[in-house]
């Protein structure tokens, strides 16, 4: 709220799947502190991935659900971690097909670094270094019954 100036023309759009509970938190301590209700839509990168082929021969594909147009909006996309970029590049460009927005902005709960792209979050919860030979797993009760974030080895 406080670098965009309030909430006038703020949308929030969570990237599937854990993105979107940690919008909707978002939006719901926004309209305790402030009062207002911030719109919030789901969006579904599954065939804006650059590695489609190889994530499986015949993609998952979600939705996409934007309550309201992107044109003239804040759009302020919202993922549980950011590790190379490529999945906020992928969101860039399903928000873009959406619509011509003023701004997006990018807010992770975590960023691990290791990035292979030019991206970097305006808002981050935690900095977590990590080792490549890692996974970071975010837990949210709305999907896994817990909130935890969890560093695991790859095996």
Same mark, same amino acid.
């Given at each position: 709220?406080?670098?965009?100036?309030?909430? !006038?023309?703020? /949308?929030?759009? $969570?990237?599937?799947? @854990?993105?979107?509970?940690? &919008?909707?938190?978002?939006?719901?301590?926004? =309209?305790?502190?402030?009062?207002?209700?911030?719109?919030?839509?789901?969006?579904?990168?599954?065939?804006?991935?650059?590695?489609?082929?190889?994530?499986?021969?015949?993609?998952?594909?979600?939705?996409?659900?934007?309550?309201?147009?992107?044109?003239?909006?804040?759009?302020?996309?919202? !993922?549980?971690? /950011?590790?190379? $970029?490529?999945?906020? @590049?992928?969101?860039?460009? &399903?928000?873009?097909?959406?619509?011509?927005? =003023?701004?997006?902005?990018?807010?992770?709960?975590?960023?691990?670094?290791?990035?292979?792209?030019?991206?970097?979050?305006?808002?981050?919860?935690?900095?977590?270094?990590?080792?490549?030979?890692?996974?970071?797993?975010?837990?949210?009760?709305?999907?896994?019954?817990?909130?935890?974030?969890?560093?695991?080895?790859?095996?």
């Amino acid at each position: 709220m406080e670098n965009n100036r309030g909430t !006038d023309r703020l /949308l929030l759009v $969570g990237i599937r799947t @854990r993105g979107v509970p940690l &919008a909707k938190r978002i939006a719901q301590m926004i =309209k305790e502190i402030e009062g207002v209700e911030v719109d919030v839509g789901e969006l579904d990168i599954s065939l804006y991935r650059d590695d489609l082929s190889s994530v499986a021969e015949q993609p998952v594909v979600n939705h996409t659900s934007v309550p309201v147009g992107v044109t003239g909006k804040v759009v302020v996309m919202v !993922d549980d971690v /950011l590790f190379t $970029g490529r999945t906020a @590049r992928a969101g860039l460009d &399903a928000v873009m097909d959406l619509g011509r927005p =003023k701004c997006i902005q990018l807010a992770v709960l975590v960023d691990r670094g290791h990035r292979e792209l030019p991206i970097r979050a305006d808002f981050v919860g935690k900095n977590l270094p990590t080792s490549i030979k890692e996974i970071v797993s975010v837990r949210l009760q709305e999907i896994d019954q817990d909130d935890r974030v969890v560093i695991l080895e790859k095996e």
